[in-house]
């Protein structure tokens, strides 16, 4: 194939999301009973931002997918088996991203009365990380310790700018309030309390929280907080379960109950479908993402047809994926020269890049939307774009939102040899 394909990895994705309506409706029903978790696991399926970000490839599918396991079983009987497979849900978390971490911290606090349960939910995470860690370290040696202390104080900073005092709290109510669909996940969690269900509401407010506390873009960036949707959608659960319980009495309001409530996820299917299937869904982050994939691709087309393998071309990742040379971000590439910005506060030693990153070096420099709306305007990054428009790189190839520039350097150097 000429390009890469990215349909594998969007698969791939669709599945995490069918294992996620399958494991509320069959681990589900034994907790909350047959219909609530069927509804449960439908209103996970036909909510639109499942449907989009689980279309997309991100680690957070992965993590939400862990998160739920691991929430499912935590709400069984703190039993070896059950802790056991609770463990291996936060394994699948602890595979993906770091922010395993706050996962952990409510299996911690689910079981914190049963400590024989603690070595059985953590050893399996604990054995991957001391692995992976030991692997990497060995190749990679002080970097990795480098890299977690960024990882930390980048983490810390963050949640000071975002959720620092009130804001915190800010956050946390605006995402509820973001529309009714989170406004009843919430109120059927806060449900599961009288029906002891406690792990729910434990996993999804705690981590719902610490995720507000350090990201306040959680709502146009949805995507982050993909890690415990799955985990908030067992309030459908909670929500439905406490509503039978209040009408078993009176088996006609309760079997017309159980026959209405399905008009909900039959509304959002019925909404959803079109917009799947003519791919006209939006996601609130649209203006910082790829305008159009066709243009992205013949761009890609155009650079391949121009460069070899030995080449470095300058450019974001939403096209580099696609490119056959070598290439490099801009946020990489400003670091190179001894500056930090967004991503690299503590900047990026030289020896770290594989090759001279220098935008002198690069034969071509692709500016794209995401450049122009975003990586432009990080620290220090508009340099970038300033060299090149005072050096006069001359515009080789364009499109709508995506220009190629070529190197002076280069240019000069084709037109000798030819």
């Known amino acids: 194939m000429a390009y890469g394909d990215i ?15 399958l494991s509320l409706f069959l681990l589900g029903r034994k907790i909350f009973g047959l219909i609530p978790a069927f509804f449960c696991a439908l209103m996970f399926l036909t909510y639109e ?6 279309r997309m490839s991100y680690a957070h599918n992965a993590v939400g997918l862990g998160f739920l396991l691991m929430t499912l079983f935590l709400l069984r009987p703190a039993e070896k088996r059950n802790d056991w497979l609770a463990g291996i849900g936060l394994l699948i978390a602890a595979g993906s991203h770091p922010l395993f971490i706050h996962g952990a911290l409510t299996a911690f606090l689910c079981r914190i009365k049963n400590p024989r349960s603690w070595i059985r939910l953590f050893f399996p995470s604990l054995i991957y990380l001391i692995v992976s ?51 009843f996940m919430l109120f059927g969690l806060l ?34 907080s993909i890690i415990i949707l799955p985990v908030l959608c067992l309030g459908w659960a909670g929500l439905t379960q406490y509503v039978f319980n209040l009408f078993r009495r009176n088996l006609l309001s309760l079997s017309w109950i159980r026959c209405a409530i399905f008009i909900f996820p039959a509304i959002l299917f019925f909404i959803a479908l079109p917009k799947s299937i003519s791919g006209a869904f939006i996601t609130r982050n649209h203006y910082w993402v790829t305008q159009s994939t066709s243009e992205v691709e013949s761009a890609a087309k ?18 580099a994926w696609l490119l056959h040379a070598k290439t490099v971000p801009y946020l990489q590439l400003i670091t190179y020269y001894g500056l930090t910005t967004q991503g690299y506060e503590n900047g990026n030693k030289r020896e770290r890049f594989r090759f001279n990153a220098a935008l002198e070096n690069c034969h071509y420099a ?18 970038l774009p300033q060299t090149i428009y005072m050096e006069k790189w001359p515009v080789v190839w364009s499109g709508v939102n995506y220009f190629v520039f070529e190197n002076p350097k280069f240019l000069k150097s084709y037109k000798k040899n030819n």
């Open 366 to 383: 692709v500016v794209g939307d995401i450049d122009q709306r975003w990586a432009f305007f990080e620290p220090n990054v508009a340099i």
């Open 302 to 319: 155009w650079i391949n047809e121009h460069t070899k393998p030995s080449d470095i071309v300058a450019g974001n990742s939403n096209i």
């Open 7 to 21: 349909v594998g990895s969007r698969f791939f994705n669709a599945i995490l999301a069918l294992l996620c309506s």
């Open 49 to 54: 931002q499942s449907i989009m970000h689980f």
């Open 133 to 183: 860690l030991t692997i990497i370290y060995f190749f990679f040696g002080s970097w990795l310790i480098e890299d977690l202390q960024h990882l930390k104080n980048s983490y810390l900073v963050r949640g000071a700018s975002d959720g620092e005092g009130i804001k915190s709290l800010k956050n946390f109510s605006s995402f509820i309030f973001q529309d009714a669909y989170h406004v």
């Open 191 to 224: 449900l599961c309390l009288p029906l002891k269900r406690y792990a729910a509401p434990i996993v999804g407010i705690i981590i719902l929280f610490l995720l507000v506390r350090n990201r306040q873009n959680l709502i146009p960036f949805y995507y982050q």
